[in-house]
Every structure is written in structure tokens, then in C-alpha cells.
């Protein structure tokens, strides 16, 4: 998907003309998906660089000019560029980067310029945001009507990623979690063959694809009665995503919106057990613009799509993770994952 407009925006912008080498925004920008291929935006025009493998698809690509180069694409870049040029200094590695100061380019080191464009959503791109949402939704339904207790978490990792291409989804936005037990007792803990054991928590985290957009959603299981700190740990958790959620909002700032679901938890007494992040963009990649961070200055815009994720971690117990999908909208958030969030049980 690529709106009207996204490489005029960027051009405006711009102070020197930009090479985006970040296939993610590349693809944002243009809709062309190239592991192998730049694209330089100037005021004056678009040029699209890939080699003979993407030659066709690149010239069915609208507004831009396609220059075929080798499959080294920066020593074909250090062939057809010259002057002064910015680059994404967050993708571009340092070899590429001297293989262009080697053909005197001037090389001007710029950081989130694309990014800036993708962390606010068109509707388009949120309709599509929301089918994958839903689609992770359902999956999440049928999957807490599974036997857990005596199957491994891997066992159990598969049937949810076969859950989601059932229903749709085009590929998995990241590697499914599925951690039970003391497993689960890191954020992003990776099952393996562990058996789930009757009385644990499982902490199940998956995403859908669709279209080129991802979902997130995390929920955490009950197989069975559980000790009674992990019960609590759950309706603290529970109660400061929903705080969480209420705060995300036009004009909050990212650390602020954190900070409404940790110090809730930290008075309860398990500050030392949520370690990361509240959440975090989700669009194109399943990690984006704008952070909820302990230290994110962010300001929330309608049209961001951001997770809201808090957890407590206990050591050699259990975890517990509650995570939705939400759009900041002028006025009520937009929650766009929809499974039950109080405390299933399941066998």
C-alpha cells in the first residue's frame, strides 16, 4: 500500500535530497518490496534504484524514475549519485557508507524523516490495521478453546500461527510466544519443549500480516487455580493496562502515558517486575513510531497506532503480559483488539 502524496511530503521537507535505503519505508513510500534497492527523493524528482531482478517491477512503479544498476546496489549508487546527500543513519551501514564517501558524495547523516510520516496512519492503512487486528482477535478466541495442559509450548506456538493463516492472515507479524510457567517470567521469553503444567500462567503474544501491515495483541492464561501472587499480579496488571488505555490520547506525551501504568504497578509492589516499555507503534513493521517509554518525549497525534502492554515478570513463577491494539483518536481511544481480557481459564 502507497498513498497520494507520502514522497511529496517527504520531498517538501527535505533540506538535500534523501536516499532511503530502509526497505520499510522504502516500501511506505513507493509500494515497491525489494530486499535489494534505493530510492533517492529530491524536490525535483524521484529515482528508484534495484537491479534486473526487480527491473520490471520497478518500472510499473508511478512517479519515479527506475535506473537499473548491478546487484552490488552501492557500488551502482556511488556510480550514478553525486553532491550532496542525506541518508537514513539509522539503516545504513558503515561499509555502504564508505563506499559512497569513497566516490566524493557528501554525505549528510539524517534520522527519522520517513518514520514521521508512517507513525501517523491514513485511513486506508487503518483499515487494514483493523482486519488484522480482528483477524488476531478470532485466532485468539479459537485458540483459548485448545487443550493446553500437556502440550508442549511449541506444539502450542504452531496451532496459533495456523490459527491466524486460517483465518487470513498473510504471514506472522513476528515470532509467536506462547511461555508458560516459568518461561514465561521473560518479556520475550521463546517456548520450546517445555509441557504446560496444570496451575501456570501461559503468556500467549501474536501478530497477523495483512496487506503489509501487522497486528500485536498479548493475552495471558490460567491452566487452572493459580498461587495466590500471580492471581494478584493479574488484577494489577489488568487494572493498569485499562488506566493505560484511558490515557492514550491526543497531546500525551509517550513517557506519561508509561507512567500512568507503572506507578500503578510499582505501588502495588511489583514495580521491579515490569522492566520494559508500556508500547510502541505498530504499522508497517510490528515496531514503530511513537514509543511509551519511560523516557519518550512523543507527543500522541490522531492516527497513531500504538500497543499498551504492561507486565509483571516473576522469577521462577510466571509471567503476565495484557497487551491491545489501540488508535489515538480526538476523544475515546479506538481499541482495536476485542479477545476478553479478564482472566481466562482454560484446560
Known amino acids: 500500500m502507497s498513498g497520494d502524496g507520502r514522497v511529496e511530503r517527504l520531498g517538501a521537507s527535505l533540506e538535500e535530497p534523501l536516499l532511503v535505503t530502509n526497505p520499510a519505508n522504502l516500501r511506505y513510500l513507493t509500494g515497491f518490496d525489494s530486499s535489494n534497492a534505493a530510492l533517492l527523493v529530491a524536490r ?4 528508484l534504484f534495484a537491479d534486473f531482478r526487480y527491473a520490471v517491477a520497478g518500472r510499473a512503479v508511478p512517479g519515479v524514475e527506475f535506473v537499473e544498476t548491478e546487484r552490488a546496489l552501492f557500488a551502482g549508487l556511488a556510480r550514478h549519485l553525486s553532491g550532496r546527500i542525506a541518508f537514513e543513519s539509522d539503516h545504513l551501514t558503515y561499509a555502504s557508507y564508505e563506499m559512497l564517501h569513497a566516490a566524493g558524495i557528501e554525505l549528510v547523516a539524517r534520522s527519522g524523516l520517513v518514520e514521521a510520516l508512517r507513525a501517523v496512519k491514513e485511513e486506508a492503512e487503518l483499515e487494514t490495521i483493523r482486519r488484522a487486528a480482528a483477524i488476531t482477535s ?3 478466541a ?3 478453546r485448545e487443550r ?3 502440550r508442549t509450548e511449541r506444539e502450542l ?4 500461527e495456523e490459527l491466524l493463516h486460517e483465518l487470513g492472515a498473510q504471514g506472522t507479524a513476528f515470532p509467536t510466544i506462547v511461555a508458560a510457567g516459568a518461561t514465561g517470567s521473560t518479556p520475550h521469553a521463546r517456548g520450546g519443549d517445555r509441557e504446560v503444567e496444570a496451575g501456570a500462567t501461559v503468556v500467549v503474544d501474536a501478530g497477523a500480516i495483512l496487506d503489509g501491515y501487522c497486528s500485536d495483541c498479548t493475552r495471558t492464561f490460567a491452566t487452572g487455580p493459580l498461587p495466590d501472587t500471580l492471581k494478584e499480579a493479574y488484577t494489577v496488571c489488568l487494572g493498569a493496562q485499562l488506566a493505560a488505555l ?3 490520547r491526543p497531546g500525551a506525551v509517550g513517557r506519561e502515558v508509561d507512567a500512568v501504568a507503572r506507578d500503578r504497578i510499582a505501588e502495588a509492589g511489583f514495580g521491579e517486575a515490569f522492566g520494559h516499555g508500556l508500547g510502541h507503534g505498530v504499522g508497517v513493521v510490528v515496531q514503530e513510531e511513537p514509543r511509551l517509554t519511560q523516557t519518550s518525549e512523543q507527543v500522541l497525534e ?4 500504538v500497543t499498551v502492554e504492561p507486565g509483571i515478570y516473576l522469577e521462577g513463577l510466571g509471567g503476565i503480559r495484557i497487551e491491545d491494539l489501540v488508535v489515538v483518536r480526538d476523544g475515546e481511544p479506538e481499541i482495536l483488539t476485542s479477545f476478553a481480557k479478564d482472566l481466562v481459564s482454560v484446560e
Do not use: I, K, L, Q
Open 148 to 150: 493446553f495442559v500437556g
Open 138 to 140: 478470532e485466532a485468539f
Open 142 to 144: 479459537g485458540f483459548s
Open 157 to 160: 506456538t504452531w496451532r496459533m
Open 246 to 248: 484511558d490515557a492514550v
Open 302 to 305: 490522531p492516527g497513531n497506532v
Open 44 to 47: 525535483d524528482g524521484v529515482r
